[in-house]
C-alpha cells in the first residue's frame, strides 16, 4: 500500500505524456466477442470529473474473451451472491489451479493477462481461476444489502466459492492461493480453512501487501482519493486515465481489466462511474490488514511474499523472514498493480513456486515447512 500511496501522489503531479500503444482494434468486434463472453485502491474521490474529451480508440476496451477458457455466473445461495468467475481448468485432474483474489476496487480481469502467460508457461498443465469478490465487478447480490465488506465476510465468501466450484475435495486439484493486496489477506485467513475442508493446499502467494505498511498508509488514503476523479466522461477516458497516471503501467492489461470496475450510469453528468466506490469500504481497511502478518505465516502450506518495491517488512515478517519460514521476491520496475504491469514476470515467480512446492522431490522440504 505503501508503494500505491507513492504512486499516487507522484502522479498527480506528474505531466509527462504517456507512451500511446498503436495496435489498431475494430470496435465493432470487440462489442459483439464481449457480449458474447460471459464473459492500493482506485477509489470514488471528491476530485474534480476527468476533462471532457473525444474517447482516444488506441485506450478502446477489450475483451477478456483470449484469456480465460470460462466465465461464469456461480449462484451461491447461503452467502446471497450471484458469483462471477473466469476460469481456465488444467488439462489433467489431479492438476494445480491458481484460485486468485483481487484487491479493492479492482476485479478478477486484473489477472487476465497473467492467466494466459501462466497457462502457456505451463502447457496447461497448471490451471488459473480469478473471481469477483462481493460488491465488486460482474458479482451481484440475490438480496439487497451487500455492503459488509469486513475479512470475516470476505474470507467466508471465498471459501464457499471453492467448495461451490469444487464440491468434493477428494477429487478436486489442488490449489496455489494468490491474493493481492485486500485478497492477499482473503487468501492467507482462508487457507486453514480449506485445509480443514480436506482440500490441497499447495502454497500461499501474497502479492504487494505487508501488515505494517498498510496500516500505516491508512491514514493518507483519503488525501489519495481525493486525487481521483468522481468519473469519467467514456470507458476510453477510463483506462487512459489508469495508464497516464501510472496506476497501471501495461495499457494492454487496462485495456482488459478496467470496464469490470467501471458501471454506465445515463444521464448523470459524469457517467462512467466506479463500480465500488472506495469510500464507503473505509470502516472494513482496518480489519483486512490488522493480523495480516501472522496469519500469513501461521499457514500450513509453502509461502510466498511478491513485493513491487523494497517496502519495510515489519518485525513478525523480518524475523519469519530470517527463519526461512517463507519466500520472499522483489520485481523491480512495478507499481502496486505488478500483476497487471508485469504478468509475464510474476507467471514466472509463481510458475517456479508451484514447481519448486507442488512437484517436490520426495524428502526435500517445502518452502515454509521450516
Not at 13 to 39: G, R
Not at 47 to 65: D, E, H
Not at 135 to 154: C, F, M, P, Q, Y
Not at 164 to 191: D, E, I, Y
Request: negative net charge; aromatic residues 8%; charged residues 20%.
Amino acid at each position: 500500500m505503501s508503494d500505491l500511496y507513492r504512486s499516487a501522489i507522484s502522479a498527480r503531479l506528474s505531466k509527462l505524456p504517456v507512451t500511446i500503444p498503436t495496435a489498431d482494434v475494430d470496435d465493432d468486434d470487440e462489442e459483439e466477442e464481449a457480449d458474447e463472453f460471459i464473459s492500493e485502491l482506485p477509489g470514488s474521490g471528491m476530485g474534480p470529473p476527468a476533462m471532457q474529451r473525444l474517447p482516444n480508440p488506441n485506450f478502446a476496451p477489450v475483451s477478456a474473451v483470449s484469456f480465460f477458457a470460462d466465465a461464469l455466473q456461480v449462484s451461491i445461495p447461503e452467502r446471497n451472491l450471484d458469483c462471477r468467475i473466469y476460469y481456465t481448468p488444467p488439462k489433467f485432474a489431479d492438476g494445480t489451479v491458481m484460485v486468485c483474489h483481487h484487491g479493492a476496487g479492482y476485479s478478477g480481469l486484473s489477472f487476465a493477462c497473467f492467466a494466459k502467460e501462466v497457462t502457456e508457461m505451463t502447457k496447461g498443465e497448471c490451471g488459473v481461476l480469478a473471481l469477483d469478490a462481493r460488491r465488486h465487478g460482474k458479482t451481484t447480490a440475490t438480496e439487497a444489502d451487500d455492503s459488509d465488506l469486513s475479512i470475516h465476510v470476505l474470507v467466508a465468501d471465498f471459501c464457499a466459492i471453492i467448495e461451490s466450484v469444487f464440491k468434493q475435495p477428494t477429487a478436486s486439484p489442488s490449489f496455489l492461493l494468490v491474493g493481492h493486496s485486500m485478497g492477499g489477506s482473503v487468501v492467507a485467513r482462508s487457507c486453514p480453512q480449506l485445509l480443514e475442508k480436506k482440500y490441497r493446499i499447495a502454497g500461499v502467494a501474497v502479492l504487494d501487501v505487508v501488515e505494517g505498511s498498510a496500516i500505516d498508509a491508512l491514514p493518507h488514503m483519503n488525501s489519495l482519493l481525493n486525487a481521483r476523479p468522481d468519473g469519467f466522461d467514456s470507458m476510453e477516458g477510463a483506462i487512459e486515465w489508469h495508464v497516464s497516471t501510472n496506476t497501471i503501467h501495461n495499457a494492454a492489461s487496462a485495456r482488459v481489466s478496467i470496464p469490470s470496475i467501471i458501471q454506465l450510469k445515463e444521464g448523470d453528468i459524469v457517467p462512467y462511474q466506479w463500480r465500488t466506490p472506495l469510500r464507503s469500504t473505509a470502516p472494513y481497511w482496518l480489519s483486512w490488514f490488522q493480523g495480516l502478518s501472522s496469519q500469513f505465516l501461521a499457514s500450513r502450506t509453502a509461502r510466498l511474499l511478491v513485493l513491487a518495491g523494497t517496502d519495510r517488512l515489519d518485525k513478525e515478517l523480518m524475523i519469519g523472514q530470517m527463519q526461512g519460514k517463507f519466500q520472499m521476491v522483489v520485481v523491480p520496475g512495478v507499481g502496486h498493480m505488478l500483476h497487471e504491469d508485469d504478468p509475464t514476470r510474476l507467471a514466472e515467480i509463481l510458475v517456479e513456486f508451484w514447481r519448486r512446492n507442488e512437484r517436490v522431490v520426495v524428502g526435500v522440504k517445502k518452502v515454509g515447512d521450516l
